[in-house]
């Protein structure tokens, strides 16, 4: 039985035994000489939806990221990334094994960096416009941590950001009631200016750390709604004109970012080292 054909099984059984979010002990993996625990609760989604089609998916069942659909992105970049972020990006950071992809956030000295994380995309392997995407995944927490599960215009090399448009997913700015908080944004460009609309969501109980939950958007050429655990909270009409560019292909990023102009630096409460983990992502159109 495969991975998916398990999954499905196990979400079968959930639904006659238990609520959707299900119940059950933390499972463990072991990357190198760590152990990193795996919560075996959370919200899951099928692999097959009315009328649409499952055109891509990475259920991260290897053993090392799909380098033909993933790209590792590294260093500091301009500025941070330009927002001032503190970490340096290194392919070390990332696990795959046992189902599960893997991102590490380390406070570790690296060619002048006081802290280490990963950033991957799909630019050049996997672009997509339109559709439903789905990402399962537990987010760390704590001060100054800041997951993203995003997406950018596949033209940001000739026409560069805001004008190839930003779809964030999932951002996160961990610490306090950041750790149940999570933000769906559109970022685009208006005459010129920065322009973007999102909303958020908070968990009426625990964080989501706790277990994994659902980041979903369904993206059409009228609009892009957000949704977690299938549940909407933000739509954007995109079609007026100054919009454009969400009607064009977009990639997929993931990464953990440390500090940065938004969620301030880490401190005294900040626990090292941070994982956002995910179970799997796909597509559907």
Avoid at 210 to 216: K, Q, R
Wanted: net charge negative.
């Amino acid at each position: 039985m495969n991975k998916i054909d398990r999954q499905e099984a196990v979400i079968f059984l959930m639904a006659l035994l238990f609520p959707v979010l299900g119940c059950g002990s933390d499972d463990t993996v072991t990357d190198g000489s760590e152990e990193i625990v795996i919560p075996q609760t959370g919200y899951s989604t099928p692999t097959h939806y009315p009328g649409m089609t499952l055109v891509w998916q990475d259920e991260f069942d290897g053993t090392a990221l799909n380098t033909a659909d993933w790209v590792f992105e590294t260093g500091t970049a301009t500025n941070g990334w330009g927002n001032h972020e503190l970490e340096y990006y290194r392919p070390e950071n990332t696990t795959v094994k046992d189902g599960f992809l893997v991102i590490t956030a380390k406070k570790e000295t690296f060619q002048s960096s006081a802290y280490t994380s990963s950033r991957i995309k799909t630019q050049g392997k996997k672009a997509f416009r339109y559709g439903r995407v789905d990402i399962r995944a537990v987010l760390p927490k704590d001060k100054g941590i800041w997951p993203a599960l995003w997406m950018l215009g596949a033209n940001i090399t000739t026409v560069d950001w805001p004008a190839c448009g930003e779809i964030d997913i999932m951002e996160m700015i961990g610490g306090g009631s950041g750790d149940k908080t999570v933000y769906g944004t559109a970022h685009w460009d208006n005459a010129g200016q920065h322009a973007s609309a999102g909303g958020n969501k908070q968990l009426s109980t625990g964080i989501f750390n706790d277990a994994f939950h659902v980041f979903s958007i369904v993206w059409t050429a009228s609009s892009i709604k957000w949704y977690i655990d299938d549940v909407e909270y933000y739509v954007i009409d995109t079609t007026p004109a100054g919009l454009a560019a969400f009607q064009k292909d977009f990639f997929l990023i993931f990464n953990v970012a440390v500090g940065g102009d938004w969620p301030g630096s880490p401190d005294g409460t900040t626990v090292f080292p941070q994982r956002m983990i995910v179970d799997y992502v796909r597509v559907f159109q």
